[in-house]
């Protein structure tokens, strides 16, 4: 097999890139959205003009500083949740197989250029529809978007979680309103849990605390009675394991 040319080959995905984002914008309206965001624990990238939402499942490519004309692999960055990043493990295999340093370092000098030629390769090999460079101060953050997410599948992955004061945007978990960060009253769970587990579509963290699961045992369960005595509310992910730690210590 002929040795692929790193100049060459960046040089095709760029030209690529260009002819996709055109049509990327083009297809979806995207100049008509007034808004955008992203999310990191949802994957989602969404465009928004007050409530009309376009959803966008998207990926974390690197960022490029401009204050030290660096470039950082997401892949090597802890700052970047996994399920944003896992996939640019692709770009980096690639560039094993084909003896591309600079897909296999994960952090040098560079400049913009090259961002752009890291990203459209990054698109090109993951079937991406589009990119976007959000800019936070000094970081240029480059995104690439994989494909569209209908607005009902949407809306059931943001309803999954919450804003929390203490940690951001995390999972939703269900307590009883008994459960607290200082006093130990007790942990019973619907299912055995540990932090950062994958959950099944129809499955939540729930926990309640001794006084509640006495109610629920008299009751034969969860019914109007025993849920009338939990009055359970909603907690993030990160203050459920708390929780579960104050009362159940680390485990
Ligand atoms: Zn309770
Ligand atoms: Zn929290």
């Given at each position: 097999m002929e040795a692929l040319d790193y100049n060459a080959f960046a040089g095709e995905c760029v030209e690529?890139?260009?002819?996709?984002?055109?049509?990327?914008?083009?297809?979806?309206?995207?100049?008509?959205?007034?808004?955008?965001?992203?999310?990191?624990?949802?994957?989602?990238?969404?465009?928004s003009t007050d409530d009309v939402e376009l959803n966008f499942k998207y990926f974390q490519v690197g960022s490029f500083s401009k204050k030290t004309n660096t470039w950082k692999w997401a892949w090597d960055n802890d700052n970047t949740l996994d399920n944003v990043k896992e996939i640019t493990n692709v770009a980096?295999?690639?560039?094993q197989k084909n003896n591309f340093n600079k897909l296999t370092n994960a952090y040098f000098e560079s400049d913009e250029i090259e961002a752009w030629e890291f990203t459209a390769i990054a698109a090109k090999l993951t079937n991406g529809i589009g990119t976007y460079r959000p800019v936070d101060e000094h970081l240029q953050i480059f995104l690439v978007i994989t494909e569209l997410v209908d607005s009902e599948t949407a809306q059931s992955i943001k309803a999954r979680y919450v804003e929390c004061g203490a940690h951001e945007y995390r999972?939703?978990?269900?307590?009883?309103?008994?459960?607290?960060?200082?006093?130990?009253?007790?942990?019973?769970?619907?299912?055995?849990?540990?932090?950062?587990?994958?959950?099944?579509?129809?499955?939540?963290?729930?926990?309640?605390?001794?006084?509640?699961?006495?109610?629920?045992?008299?009751?034969?369960?969860?019914?109007?009675?025993?849920?009338?005595?939990a009055q359970i509310k909603f907690v993030c992910e990160d203050c459920y394991f708390e929780m579960k730690e104050l009362n159940l210590g680390y485990r």
């Open positions: 690529e890139l260009k002819v996709l984002q055109n049509k990327f914008r083009e297809e979806y309206n995207l100049s008509w959205y007034e808004n955008w965001f992203y999310n990191q624990s949802t994957g989602l990238f969404t465009f980096k295999e690639f560039g999972r939703i978990a269900f307590v009883c309103k008994h459960l607290n960060h200082s006093t130990k009253v007790g942990f019973e769970e619907a299912f055995e849990t540990f932090g950062g587990m994958e959950l099944l579509e129809d499955d939540d963290f729930q926990a309640w605390c001794n006084k509640c699961e006495r109610v629920r045992k008299k009751e034969k369960g969860w019914n109007d009675k025993s849920m009338e005595f």
